[in-house]
C-alpha cells in the first residue's frame, strides 16, 4: 500500500487544482511522492505549474528598505501569524532590513554577525525575542540589489506598515533620465512582478534544473499525443519556449495592459523620462514561498498522549 494519508491527498489538490481522485491515483501511482504526483498530473493536464507558490504557509513577515542606489528585501519567519502582527517582532524585522540595506551583501549569516541598533548583534536580539516572545523566529533570507545611476523602487504588496508585508518587491532601474518618472514606471514594475511572479529576469536566468523537469513533463505529453517523433520534438521545444516566456520578466506580458512585453514597457519609457531605461535586476520576495508547513492532527496527538 502507498505510503500517504488523506491528509497528503488534501494538500495535493490544493497545490495542484486536481480532483480528489485524480489527486489520490496520482499519489498511489508515485508511491506517496508528492512532487512526482504534481508531475504526473501536469503531464496529463490536471494540474497548473507554479500553483503551490501562491499557497504559501509559513508565517513571519518581509521588509523591504533602500538606501541611496541599493535597496535590500529579507524574510523573517516565525511559527505563527499572531507574532507576526507583534509590534517587538515587526521593529525586530524593520530594524534589521535597515542594518541589511547598509551591510549591502545577501549573506545571511554577515547579518546575523551585524551590530544591531539597540546594543548587541541581530542574532543576540533575534535570541532574545524568542526567549520573551516563546516562538521560534529565524532570519531566512535577503537579496540586495543596486544600480550605478538611476531607482531602487520598493513595493509592498498589502502591508501591514510601512515597508513590511507578505509579497515585498524591489526594481532596479539604471538611467540618467528623470528621477521621479523613473520611480513612477518603478512602481508600475513592482506591481506587476509582484502579480505576475516572474522566476528570473531572462530567459538565460531561469533555473536549469526547473526547465529540465518542464521538459521531462513536455514530453510526456508530446509522447501522449502518439504524432510522430520529429512532431513531438516540436512540440516539446515550443512548450519551453512558451514556459520561459511566461516566467522570464523581460518577456512576460505586463499585467496592466495585458499585451505588451515588459521589454518594451521599459523601452518605451525612455521617451518619458528623457533617457535609456534598463531594468538591470528585481527581488521578489513572498512570505512562506518554497516552504511546506507541517500540520498536525489535534485529536491524533491528544489520543496518543493518552494512550501513553
Do not use: C, W
Not at 530567459?203 to 521531462?216: F, H, M, S, T, Y
Not at 521599459?266 to 535586476?281: H, I, P, R, S, Y
Amino acid at each position: 500500500m502507498a505510503a500517504f494519508t488523506a491528509a497528503d491527498v488534501k494538500a495535493l489538490r490544493e497545490k495542484t487544482g486536481a480532483g480528489m481522485m485524480d489527486a489520490k491515483k496520482a499519489l498511489e501511482a508515485s508511491d506517496g511522492d508528492v512532487e512526482a504526483a504534481v508531475d504526473a498530473l501536469r503531464a496529463k493536464g490536471l494540474a497548473t505549474a507554479q500553483k503551490k507558490s501562491s499557497r504559501t504557509a509559513a508565517e513571519g513577515l518581509v521588509g523591504v528598505a533602500v538606501e541611496g542606489t541599493k535597496g535590500v528585501a529579507v524574510e523573517v519567519n516565525s511559527e505563527t501569524d499572531f507574532v507576526a502582527k507583534n509590534d517587538k517582532f515587526q521593529d525586530f524585522v524593520r530594524k534589521t532590513t535597515q542594518v541589511a540595506v547598509a551591510q549591502g551583501s545577501d549573506d545571511v549569516e554577515a547579518l546575523k554577525g551585524a551590530a544591531y541598533p539597540d546594543g548587541g548583534t541581530v542574532s543576540d536580539k533575534l535570541t532574545d525575542n524568542v526567549a520573551t516572545i516563546g516562538e521560534n523566529q529565524q532570519v531566512r533570507r535577503m537579496k540586495t540589489v543596486s544600480v550605478n545611476n538611476g531607482v531602487i523602487v520598493p513595493y509592498m504588496h498589502n502591508a501591514v506598515a510601512p515597508d513590511l508585508g507578505k509579497i515585498g518587491v524591489l526594481v532596479a532601474l539604471e538611467s540618467e533620465g528623470d528621477k521621479a518618472k523613473l520611480e513612477e514606471l518603478g512602481k508600475k514594475l513592482a506591481m506587476h512582478i509582484a502579480a505576475a511572479f516572474p522566476q528570473a529576469l531572462t530567459a538565460e536566468g531561469l533555473d536549469a534544473e526547473v526547465i529540465e523537469r518542464e521538459r521531462k513533463i513536455a514530453a510526456e505529453k508530446a509522447a501522449e499525443s502518439g504524432k510522430p517523433e520529429n512532431v513531438q520534438e516540436k512540440m516539446v521545444d515550443g512548450a519551453i519556449a512558451k514556459y520561459a516566456k511566461e516566467n522570464a520578466l523581460l518577456s512576460q506580458v505586463f499585467v496592466m495592459d495585458n499585451k505588451t512585453p515588459i521589454s518594451q514597457v521599459v523601452e518605451q519609457a525612455a521617451k518619458d523620462v528623457g533617457a535609456k531605461v534598463e531594468l538591470v535586476d528585481y527581488v521578489r520576495y513572498q512570505l512562506g514561498e518554497g516552504i511546506e508547513k507541517e500540520e498536525s492532527d489535534f485529536a491524533a496527538e491528544v489520543a496518543a498522549t493518552r494512550g501513553a
